[in-house]
């Protein structure tokens, strides 16, 4: 679906937004517009967009493939085809000692919780997290995230997905609020404060592969297009919640579900509306380009920027830029394009469902 790529480029470009303009230039910012400096601040939430996708993308998966016995041999196959590589690259050169100490041995998180994808449990609990390897937070929710699910999914709550749903969306809210209140943990990386933004995506693709729930979001899918741009307008607006006080803790608290919510509705609404014009922006080519290289532009964004000794910011950024997406370029083609062939060759033993998200003939 090329409007996924899309999707999935513009969740890459908000994080490039964030760390390479927005915090750079927040004092700037803040100094010249305090509101347009919370409105480029909320960029932050690309990771929630990527949250979503992430869990539309496995659900769809485990659901269309739920009935063949070697579901879960496949499923963690590929994955780790697809993530491993880049990921151990990243690891390896955060491991060199160069121009000093390694990025690994700048924070204070063991490279074996890196290796185990559990580094959030550290930096959640106050650990310093080295700069080159800050992305890595949601990469290990996300691992945490398809470890469990196929289980729960399939086999634990297979006929009971309506409490499963009820669990998963509304226990984080309250626990990240717990969190605030008592310092326990960060509600912003601690794994079970987060699960519901990928539930979410979970929620969406188990209801377009519902017949009768298809039916009726192809059936109201205009007005779902207007209650969507509507939603992304009030994630506009939660931005400005940082200018209030105690406004952050309410940001966390709630306005993350909201969020994730929003997101979920523009994503059904525009991939059951193919030829309107939010399908069409979306299946632009460079946002595609960007969102098919996303996973290697998320890893790696922050060490091209560590890496690139030029003092004048704009000339940095745009020669990070240029830099980033050649590598991202290069590592498509000879590291992770190979490694996707051949988890592709490990192949689900019946032939997927197709989910009907496109108007019924006649």
Not at 200 to 219: F, N, S
Request: aromatic share 12%; with cysteine; hydrophobic share 60%.
């Amino acid at each position: 679906m090329p409007e996924l790529d899309g999707i999935r480029g513009i969740a890459i470009l908000m994080v490039l937004l964030l760390h390479w303009v927005v915090r750079p230039a927040a004092p700037i910012l803040r100094h010249w517009s305090p509101r347009l400096w919370a409105l480029l601040d909320l960029s932050w939430c690309g990771v929630d967009l990527f949250f979503v996708l992430s869990g539309f993308l496995i659900a769809g998966i485990l659901v269309d493939h739920r009935d063949a016995p070697n579901v879960l041999r496949t499923f963690y196959t590929r994955r780790a085809c697809r993530i491993l590589p880049a990921y151990l690259v990243l690891l390896f050169l955060a491991s060199l000692p160069i121009g000093g100490a390694s990025q690994v041995a700048q924070g204070e998180i063991p490279l074996a919780a890196y290796l185990l994808f559990l580094q959030n449990l550290w930096s959640s609990a106050g650990a310093r997290v080295a700069f080159a390897l800050g992305p890595c937070w949601s990469l290990a929710i996300e691992e945490q995230f398809y470890l469990g699910l196929p289980v729960l999914l399939l086999w634990v709550f297979r006929g009971r997905f309506g409490s499963f749903a009820a669990v998963m969306l509304l226990a984080p809210p309250l626990l990240r609020c717990l969190c605030l209140a008592s310092g326990w943990r960060s509600p912003w990386d601690f794994t079970p404060c987060r699960l519901d933004a990928p539930f979410w995506g979970v929620l969406a693709a188990v209801l377009v592969r519902d017949p009768r729930a298809a039916a009726l979001l192809l059936k109201y899918r205009r007005a779902l297009l207007w209650a969507a741009g509507a939603a992304l307008l009030g994630v506009a607006g939660l931005s400005q919640l940082v200018l209030l006080p105690a406004g952050t803790n309410l940001l966390l608290s709630i306005g993350l579900s909201l969020i994730a919510a929003a997101f979920t509705l523009a994503l059904v609404s525009v991939l059951l509306s193919p030829q309107a014009a939010p399908a069409r922006l979306v299946r632009w080519a460079p946002l595609r380009w960007s969102g098919k290289h996303s996973y290697f532009l998320y890893l790696f964004h922050l060490v091209v920027l560590l890496f690139i000794p030029i003092a004048q910011f704009t000339l940095r950024v745009a020669v990070s830029a240029c830099a980033l997406a050649v590598l991202a370029a290069i590592s498509w083609r000879w590291l992770e394009l190979p490694f996707l062939k051949l988890g592709a060759a490990v192949e689900y033993s019946e032939s997927a469902r197709s989910p009907p998200l496109t108007e019924p003939a006649g």
